[in-house]
């Protein structure tokens, strides 16, 4: 057969000399199995040109599949082959053919000279159109569609009942052994390294047993694991076949060029046959099973004898491995997902148990006993504070703390199963060391670390995996040759210690996860807990000298005659009563930003409030010469909320109001802005005619500790901390904040609140009684009962007992609590005014020891005391007592409240007389 007319200097020669070579086994890594040059014999191949469908290249065979000549096929095109319907319809088949990466069977048809029928199929390579002709023997045993679907169907539904994996692995080779009639079938799933393991083996006598054995990676070389993803299916009828070369009538073109990675006829590697001839196999069938574009697995069908099977029947087959793929993979998934909800609900526990321990420090040291719990380690460690604390099996303290500036140049998650391969001190840790996975905490310093022992395992290989073995001079790497023998090869493999699995990894990020976010919270509230000690302690010390500061000037005012010092104490007082202010702020705005600011729900009075606003800023006001104008909307319901604190808010923007209000009116304004069935939203304004502010610097108003312009503070004073304060409150109550203002006519600042409507008719307490009446009632009502004031402080001593001079009662001093306990022993003392913080013994303390003592079960105990966060009110009434003032405290303030107590102990005994009396 003389081709060198049609397509150059005989590669048909080329080709054959390819396959005849002998085999090298030195490139079995780079081997471009997809440029195979040549087909297998049971059927035939032609390249069709793109636009006219020439037939430029065929396979050598084509005269004995076709009935027609080479010269005849060379220059024609598919009329040499069907009949003019038949090459139409292939013609609109390859037209349609929408993807070029996917091949198509488009049918069963018939040659026009030797009535030959072929199963054709068809792809795109590059340019070219590829035809596949695959001969339909009628020797071919072939059962009906039904009974083949049916047979697959029930295949399904007893893999779907599988308990694990494993076993539904070998209900599918049973399966495809009955579907294919190959004598044996092996289920194989490729290991997280790589290489491979038989899980499962339907076998006839013709072969040995290869279940549970392993393969290296190198059995299945790269190029051959990539054409696995290509062509998941692969057919081989008779491994001892002799290649078909192709011929093209393109002189330029070498037929190894073509690509025939999606060609079903394409010839295996000499390479990947002759492992299969050293295993006795004939006909082999491969159905590749993978996992979102990595590969899983595989079914291997042998056969000892050549073996035709349909293609119908291998894609009934193959029909089977993807959906038998799908539930296996589902299983193994869906396993793992259950082992790692137990890990996961053990972090959850730790995270837990480690965020509610109220010694969080003891907590995060015990954690590497929690990490034995949650994690498949031998021992742990945690890296904290240059200590190092372990639990189980692990190196020495010292050995861990040498390793940390190693770790620090790791991965934050820093895994390996071969320690002392990568850390070469860690030959010296012995076996309870060679696994290693670290956490980095909140610093670079910081380790959470579980090691896991070395993993001296036997496994068992299908043929010894080292011999024989070459290296690859570029990468080194060790690289397996077609073995001769696959007897079971036993080798102990040592060190390293058991792979560390995908989903431990992801358990352990989130383990990291879960701790960091825990220092962070236990940091944070340390920080605050700081934060809160810090103004604790100077609010302590700030007020203290405040209430002799101001306890003083109020005696001196009562006492002086000369108007000019009354003036001067005047601006004392509003001196301290300022600087009071500044520091109630800073204390309410530590409250807000850490989440401890609470509002209570009480039924409110308007007329009240506001009454009582105009008391307090009636001097101010008076003093600037200026008038108050309050104007409120009457409400038709009444209603529920936090009276103290829209005091509060209307105080902040009225007391700013006056700072930059020269002349004019200070305006208070109330209006409901919307309400429905159960709640009223009041929108609140205060409105003056001061000095206005640019539009540039109102965006910044309501930020901490800024004024927008240095001037103003500069000549007015002040931090903002009002307006900030404000914001916050406005947005507690459901409402808004705002202002509205112009340079030299004045600004309007406002704020609204969500109001609930109550059903309740607000109770009017009337006017609060001035201090003055207060000491006048105490005088009248109560004179010679006896005041115990527990306090350290001698200033204040002093101050207290003048204060009370003019009320008649009889004042007695303890310095600290032990004192006061004692004189609470000996004498039946009508109130008590308690200090908190004494040397000796505290307010708390003693407040419980006199509770204790007969007839002292009742006696008012009023806190007076310089802490002034929540938390010390909660702790004044846990202990006992009956009331809180914080310092410094108005004088009114405490006249109205010792006799507010003093009055209802006198009820109280006017009615148990009463009572007594009747019962009498």
Not at 23 to 44: K, T
Not at 762 to 782: F, M, P, Y
Not at 796 to 816: I, N, P, R, S, Y
Request: proline content about 4%; glycine content about 6%.
């Amino acid at each position: 057969m003389n081709t060198s007319h049609h397509h150059g200097a005989n590669p048909a020669g080329v080709v054959t000399r390819l396959f005849n070579d002998p085999v090298d086994l030195s490139n079995c890594d780079r081997e471009q199995v997809q440029f195979a040059g040549a087909i297998m014999p049971q059927g035939a191949l032609l390249v069709l040109a793109p636009d006219d469908f020439r037939i430029i290249g065929f396979s050598a065979n084509v005269v004995s599949w076709f009935g027609v000549g080479e010269e005849q096929i060379a220059e024609g095109n598919l009329d040499q082959i069907f009949a003019a319907d038949v090459r139409l319809e292939l013609e609109c088949a390859l037209v349609q053919l929408a993807n070029p990466q996917t091949p198509r069977y488009l049918g069963c048809f018939e040659t026009q000279e030797n009535a030959a029928k072929f199963d054709v199929f068809a792809h795109k390579s590059g340019n070219y159109f590829v035809l596949e002709f695959e001969a339909v023997g009628a020797e071919i045993a072939e059962s009906t569609v039904i009974e083949r679907f049916m047979k697959i169907h029930e295949g399904i539904e007893a893999l779907k009942a599988a308990e694990s994996w494993q076993d539904g692995m070998t209900i599918a080779v049973q399966e495809l052994k009955k579907l294919t009639g190959f004598d044996t079938v092996l289920g194989v799933h490729f290991l997280e390294d790589g290489s491979m393991q038989a899980i499962a083996e339907a076998r006839g006598q013709e072969f040995p047993s290869f279940l549970d054995k392993r393969f290296p990676r190198s059995d299945i070389p790269e190029p051959g694991r990539r054409q696995m993803l290509l062509m998941p299916m692969q057919y081989v009828p008779d491994i001892n076949y002799e290649a078909v070369p192709i011929l093209l009538t393109d002189q330029v073109m070498d037929p190894t060029q073509l690509d025939l990675g999606l060609a079903f006829l394409r010839s295996p590697s000499k390479m990947c046959n002759r492992y299969y001839q050293n295993m006795g196999v004939r006909a082999r069938f491969l159905l590749s099973l993978s996992d979102q574009g990595k590969q899983w697995g595989f079914f291997i069908c042998w056969n000892a004898t050549p073996r035709r099977l349909a293609y119908s029947g291998r894609l009934a087959c193959q029909t089977f491995a993807e959906m038998a793929g799908l539930i296996l993979i589902e299983k193994q998934k869906a396993e793992q997902h259950r082992d790692s909800l137990q890990v996961r609900r053990r972090i959850a526990k730790a995270a837990t148990d480690l965020s509610a321990d109220a010694n969080f420090d003891v907590s995060l040291q015990n954690l590497p006993k929690r990490l034995l719990e949650i994690l498949d380690v031998s021992g742990a460690a945690i890296f904290l504070d240059n200590r190092v604390i372990t639990s189980g099996a692990t190196p020495s303290a010292s050995m861990i703390q040498e390793m940390i500036p190693w770790l620090n140049q790791q991965d934050e998650v820093f895994v390996t199963d071969q320690l002392p391969a990568l850390y070469q001190p860690a030959v010296g840790f012995g076996n309870c060391a060679t696994g290693l996975i670290a956490l980095r905490l909140m610093q670079p310093a910081q380790y959470l670390i579980g090691f896991r022992p070395e993993w001296a395992h036997e496994v068992r290989w299908a043929g010894d995996p080292k011999k024989p073995v070459e290296i690859d001079t570029a990468s080194g790497e060790r690289r397996l040759t077609p073995r001769g023998s696959f007897e079971v090869w036993k080798e102990v493999v040592r060190g390293k210690a058991r792979p560390w699995q995908a989903q431990e990894i992801e358990e352990v990020a989130e383990l990291r996860t879960t701790v960091m976010l825990a220092q962070a919270k236990h940091s944070e509230e340390s920080a605050y807990q700081a934060k809160n000690r810090f103004l604790a302690n100077m609010s302590h010390e700030i007020r203290t000298p405040l209430n002799a500061i101001i306890g003083i000037t109020h005696l001196l005012r009562r006492d002086s005659e000369i108007p000019k010092q009354s003036e001067q104490l005047e601006m004392l007082d509003v001196s301290a009563k300022h600087l009071l202010n500044l520091v109630n702020n800073v204390l309410d705005l530590s409250k807000i930003e850490a989440g401890k600011f609470s509002l209570e729900e009480l039924d409110i009075s308007f007329d009240e409030l506001f009454r009582n606003l105009s008391s307090i800023l009636s001097s101010r006001i008076a003093a600037k010469g200026l008038r108050l104008i309050i104007d409120t909307e009457q409400l038709n319901s009444c209603v529920r909320g936090d009276p103290t604190r829209i005091m509060q808010a209307l105080l902040n923007y009225t007391n700013n109001a006056i700072k930059f209000t020269e002349r004019g009116s200070i305006t208070i304004r109330t209006r409901v802005h919307s309400e429905d069935e159960h709640s009223v939203m009041l929108k609140f304004e205060v409105e003056d005619t001061g000095i206005g502010i640019s539009t540039d610097k109102i965006e910044c108003l309501f930020n901490p500790f800024d004024q927008g312009d240095s001037s103003i503070s500069r000549k007015y004073g002040g931090t903002g901390l009002g307006l900030v304060i404000t914001s916050h409150l406005a947005q507690m109550m459901g409402g808004e904040y705002g202002v509205t203002s112009n340079v030299g006519t004045g600004s309007t600042f406002w704020f609204s609140a969500k109001l609930k409507k109550s059903k309740s008719v607000t109770t009017k307490l009337g006017n609060q009684i001035s201090g003055e009446d207060a000491v006048a009632s105490l005088a009248r009502e109560h004179r010679g009962k006896f005041l115990l004031l527990v306090e350290d402080d001698p200033i204040l001593q002093m101050v207290a007992h003048e204060m009370f001079e003019k009320t008649g009662l009889v004042v007695d001093t303890a310095d600290d609590g032990m004192q006061a306990v004692e004189l609470a022993y000996g004498k039946q003392y009508d109130i008590i005014l308690m200090d908190m913080q004494m040397p000796n013994m505290g307010g708390l303390e003693a407040t419980e020891l006199i509770r204790k003592i007969p007839a002292r079960e009742n006696v008012p105990i009023i806190a007076m005391t310089a802490n002034a966060f929540t938390v010390h009110r909660e702790e004044c009434f846990k202990s006992g007592m009956n009331d809180f003032l914080s310092k410094p405290v108005e004088p009114d303030m405490l006249y109205t409240c010792v006799l507010k107590w003093l009055r209802n102990v006198r009820h109280e005994v006017s009615a148990n007389s009463s009572k007594a009396m009747s019962e009498s």
